[in-house]
């Protein structure tokens, strides 16, 4: 069975870089895209960003652009997003998806599998 299994999470500061990582079993890994969503307390699940199964091409969120890195290891089987320059408002669960295609893709839709997702916390 499909397990994505998100780690990195935590409380830092404002300003402060996290790593996510999120590896993935049970499924041709570079057969899929990735992409990482996020949901804050009372508010919808929002895109983050994607990357399509080779690399080639990545998308991000408005919101993230020129903080935020996605990446990925074929032979690890595993997606990273490098967050720097934390704000605030970057608070909220951050969750794996992994969807079968090969471009990227912001639309929940496109996705398959989930991950249980890992809690960043941003203090001000």
């Known amino acids: 069975q499909v397990r994505l299994v998100e780690s990195g999470g935590g409380l830092v500061q404002a300003g402060d870089s996290l790593r996510l990582s999120c590896a993935a079993s049970?499924?041709?890994?570079?057969?899929?895209?990735m992409g990482w969503f996020r949901q804050a307390p009372g508010k919808e699940q929002e895109f983050v960003s994607s990357i399509a199964w080779s690399s080639s091409s990545t998308y991000y969120a408005d919101s993230v652009k020129g903080r935020f890195t996605i990446s990925r290891d074929n032979a690890k089987n595993t997606v990273y997003l490098q967050m720097n320059t934390l704000e605030p408002e970057d608070t909220a669960v951050y969750l794996c998806?992994?969807?079968?295609?090969?471009?990227?893709?912001?639309?929940?839709?496109?996705?398959?599998?989930w991950g249980q997702g890992t809690q960043v916390t941003v203090s001000s």
């Open positions: 049970g499924l041709t890994f570079d057969n899929y895209r």
């Open positions: 998806a992994a969807g079968y295609g090969l471009g990227t893709a912001v639309s929940k839709k496109d996705y398959h599998y």
